[in-house]
């Protein structure tokens, strides 16, 4: 039975590693006291959101994704679900090699299977149409640098708009899913890293380190990669009913791709009723920018589920999200690197554990925002807190956010609110 907990804060919660005892009781003396502070503050700040209302219901809607989705067609969310029509005579359709950057604008039907042999990325300018109940697979033969990923460069689109009937499915070579008979798979959520992911990058704000910064897992010769800018309203297309499967191919030694990747894509774009299964990396990561995204599933990943770094500004609404014990955190929420200095909004969501799973959730570096009505399935929420390593004064992080009401949580059911910082000796350099 899912239970309710007052979300407060106990100086237990508080987690020190300290070792090497005999070092400088006064300094450690002082930061223990300023860290106890820094609890009361947070837990003051946290008892007042709860008090408004510590009722939670999370999801909204989760029958808008049955049927359609991976998830749903193996019966794990609850039942086994028909999968999708199609027009399209079972094994008729013809595989097309894609081998090169698209730099015309360009069409893919339902008649076609479509094989990424490489990166491929729709050029500035660009518009990529995909039809309903259009499949597009990663060559699973592919590695590294040469991992099939499908990558919307800044000023192109995508405009994959599928349908509950006939959504649109990118998945791997290894995938015997073929049109006309979309329930064939035999891959299942542990099957991952079979191809790379989806990237889309656009022209909308994000607080990097840098100017132009890179996207993740594409090398810096490639300009492609590059996103962010000034145009909050940046148009790069639709996603809707669009299935994203067994991807987070490894690029390079310990980098694995996302399943979507979104680098600073701006509010004119329309995203909803996405999944994202079984990949290797993150399920969605966003990288700034300010696109709304409603209606997602998650469904067991290899790190987080869902990601937000570089003052994502956005809303992600109607959530649905499945850990398992190869999964990291349900929710994993950064803030600016930056100058911007700007906030999200997830509400309406529920984190759930397959199997004996952890649903917990990190809040760290700066996190600004609010959190909504979102349940946590027996899973606690991490809070990090930081000092000036001269001064062991309090600097901005995710738990003195809490205390200045600049991260909210409202409506939030979790076992339990845990407030952690480095050991002692990390933080002066011992």
Known sequence: MRKLFTLAFALTNLIF?????????????????????????AQTAVDAAAAVDATATG??????????????????LGGANTAPTSAIAPNSAIEVDVTSNISVNTTWDADSVYILKTRVTVLDGITLTIEPGTIIKGDASKSGADAAVLMIAKGGKIMAEGSLASPIIFTSTEDDIQPGNLSGSTLVN????????????GKAPVSAKTDNPQIEGVDAQDTNGQYGGSDAADDSGVLKYVSIRHGGAELADGNEINGLS?????SGTSISYIEVYGNKDDGIEFFGGTVDVTNALVYTVGDDALDVDQSYAGTIDNFLVYVDNASDEGLEIDGREGTLDDSFVIKNGSIMSVGSASTTADFKAKAKGEVNNVVFEDGAIKLSASFDTETYIETEDAASNVASGSLKFTKVSATEFAVYTKSFDDLIGL
């Open 17 to 41: 590693i300290v070792s090497c005892s005999d070092n400088d009781p006064e300094k450690k003396k002082s930061y223990e006291e300023i860290a106890d502070e820094s609890v009361i503050s």
């Open 59 to 76: 999801v909204t809607d989760a029958s808008v994704f049955d049927g359609w989705t991976a998830a749903a067609i193996h019966g794990q």
């Open 190 to 201: 542990t099957d991952n890293a079979k191809w790379g992911g989806l990237v889309i990058l």
């Open 262 to 266: 979104l680098g600073g894509v701006g």
